[in-house]
């Protein structure tokens, strides 16, 4: 019979009743994690089965549920997904890919993959398989209100070889995309509706092989917002009612470096009539007379229509050098390296529109 009377008995109570506190806590979390990686693993399985049911292939060799307790980690083995019965059929397999999920942050949703892939995607008009290594591919999707929210894509060391002979391989040493909704609701023109984030490094891949400026683009970053939001319905009726309201494409920077040709530029984007872009653009351009030069050597260009290009080049800086008396003039005719006003001519000959660099 217990002692009530010993003191002993009541200086461990507080350590009884704490220890009770906390197996009581761990085993409710427990049961939460168990229940919430069961679900996330009925859902996955759903929307497989949803895909399926519309004509995609999405096969994987086994499924399991990790990462307790701090998250829960879906793992595929030998996962596969694709669209074999379109006109130009796509696919891709990998040796397993992750799906994360945070207990505590149920709208982010981190996918990965990395090791053995392969990807198969049309190429003119035909589909072209490749093969090899990724080591790092992530995507993250939020969610807000059960509606995307944000989408996050990044690429590190991707190495794929063509199966095809003389196809030349997809190398991307690192790539960012990122795009936001910043507006739930109906923004007017002057409010930021959205966000596009691109980033670009290093890559090769098989359209790139007749390009006269070399088969690497070295660099390409975007970064632009969406002024105005669209509308629910059909594409074209929201892009019509999305330029009607003054909707724009507001670019804060777009540069680009393939080759010797380095390109700079911000301004406006908008949509005439015909939906076609228009826009006013301030660039800076380098490497311009080198990017005709190849253009010459690949019979892009023929020699009179070079030296046609050139001159206009030339008579494009020449009234740069007239709005600004300062600039060095051996300097912008070597590269052109000047902020150029945004001006276009129509080239007799071929009717393109040709920017006046």
Same mark, same amino acid.
């Given at each position: ?25 761990? =085993? ?153 909704? =910043? &507006? ?13 984030? &691109? ?47 003054? @909707? ?46 190849? =253009?010459?050597? =690949? ?36 590269? @052109? ?21």
């Amino acid at each position: 019979m217990a002692d009530f009377d010993n003191p002993a008995i009541f200086k461990r109570r507080p350590w009884w009743i704490a220890a009770s506190v906390l197996a009581l806590l761990a =085993l409710t979390y427990s049961a939460f994690w168990f229940t919430l990686a069961l679900n996330s693993r009925d859902k996955v399985l759903h929307w497989i089965e949803a895909q399926r049911a519309q004509g995609f292939t999405a096969r994987y060799d086994s499924l399991e549920a990790a990462g307790f307790p701090l998250a829960i980690r879906l793992e595929f083995i030998n996962p596969g997904f694709g669209a074999p019965n379109v006109r130009h059929p796509w696919g891709w397999e990998g040796a397993h890919l992750n799906l994360f999920l945070k207990p505590w942050d149920i709208n982010t949703i981190m996918a990965e993959t990395s090791g053995p892939q392969m990807l198969a995607i049309p190429i003119n008009g035909k589909t072209e398989t490749f093969n090899g290594e990724a080591l790092r591919a992530e995507a993250t999707l939020s969610l807000s209100g059960g509606q995307p929210k944000g989408f996050d894509l990044r690429l590190e060391q991707i190495e794929l070889q063509a199966e095809t002979m003389g196809l030349a391989g997809i190398k991307i040493a690192q790539a960012s995309v990122q795009v936001e909704r =910043l &507006v739930a609701g109906k923004a007017d023109h002057q409010t930021a509706s959205a966000r596009l984030e &691109v980033t670009l490094q290093g890559a090769e891949g098989p359209w790139l092989t007749a390009s006269p400026l070399g088969g690497t683009v070295q660099q390409l970053s975007l970064d632009a917002r969406q002024m105005g939001s669209f509308d629910q319905g059909l594409l074209i009726e929201a892009l019509e009612n999305w330029r009607d309201s003054g @909707g724009t494409i507001e670019i804060a920077k777009i540069s680009l470096q393939h080759g010797p040709l380095k390109i700079s530029a911000d301004g406006t984007l908008a949509l005439d009539e015909r939906l076609q872009p228009i826009g006013a653009l301030t660039a800076r351009v380098e490497g311009f007379f080198e990017a005709i030069d190849g =253009l010459h050597r =690949l019979g892009a260009v023929t020699p009179a229509r070079r030296h046609h290009r050139q001159d206009s080049a030339r008579r494009a800086v020449a009234k740069v050098q007239e709005w600004w008396p300062g600039a060095p003039e051996s300097g912008a005719q070597r590269t @052109g390296q000047h902020a150029l006003r945004r001006s276009h001519r129509t080239d007799e000959n071929s009717g393109n529109r040709l920017a006046a660099v």
